[in-house]
T-cell receptor
Framework: GAGVSQSPSNKVTEKGKDVELRCDPI?????LYWYRQSLGQGLEFLIY????????KSGLPSDRFSAERTGGSVSTLTIQRTQQEDSAVYLC????????????FGPGTRLTVT | KNEVEQSPQNLTAQEGEFITINCSYS?????LHWLQQHPGGGIVSLFM???GKKKHGRLIATINIQEKHSSLHITASHPRDSAVYIC??????????FGTGTSLTVIP
């Protein structure tokens, strides 16, 4: 079946605007993760969802970042009042569950804040 | 201080060479992942392990929980193995920490 998909693949926005990034996980995967990879930097964990449990938001860098997952499937990462330092590739991954299963990564959304 | 340290940062090898990439971590973990990222491409999970050793084709991953250390080995390296290899750990609270990656170039 299809892998993890993300949209848009590229997004250019002006500083101060809000953006929404979408992730469609593999069907049946109960765990969903968001990561960020800034230019020349390593991966950074943002948030994960496991089933209907409250998400672990411990990695979100500021209160401008939020994420939700509707119906245990599609997830949206929202960045309010974007700043230039938010420019990065935002990656989504899913797995059958958080514990004991490999993650499958989407192609990412490249966000550029001008 | 990074919770996950990888070495080397950069590695160039001749085709056919045996390659080792090392990962050390400082947190208690429930699992360790090795990821592969090709230039301009996506990320692929190579291994997830919590003990012992795993092998997929020419790739071997080992972990020593007591020493908080893992190694990724590539036997008979090939130019298509050129990529960034990333070590990641999941701690017992299910947070993830990543190494900065090892950039591998295999020359024909």
């Amino acid at each position: 079946g299809a892998g993890v998909s993300q949209s848009p693949s590229n997004k250019v926005t002006e500083k101060g605007k809000d953006v929404e990034l979408r992730c469609d996980p593999i069907s049946g995967h109960t765990a969903l993760y968001w990561y960020r990879q800034s230019l020349g930097q390593g991966l950074e964990f943002l948030i994960y969802f496991q089933g209907n449990s409250a998400p672990d938001k411990s990695g979100l860098p500021s209160d401008r970042f939020s994420a939700e997952r509707t119906g245990g499937s599609v997830s949206t990462l929202t960045i309010q009042r974007t700043q230039q330092e938010d420019s990065a590739v935002y990656l989504c991954a899913s797995s059958l569950a958080v514990v004991g299963y490999e993650q499958y990564f989407g192609p990412g959304t490249r966000l550029t804040v001008t | 201080k990074n919770e996950v340290e990888q070495s080397p940062q950069n590695l160039t090898a001749q085709e056919g060479e045996f390659i080792t990439i090392n990962c050390s971590y400082s947190v208690g973990i429930s699992a360790l992942h090795w990821l592969q990222q090709h230039p301009g491409g996506g990320i692929v999970s190579l291994f997830m392990l919590s003990s012992g050793k795993k092998k997929h084709g020419r790739l071997i991953a080992t972990i020593n929980i007591q020493e908080k250390h893992s190694s990724l080995h590539i036997t008979a390296s090939h130019p298509r193995d050129s990529a960034v290899y990333i070590c990641a750990v999941r701690n017992t609270g299910n947070q993830f920490y990543f190494g900065t990656g090892t950039s591998l170039t295999v020359i024909p």
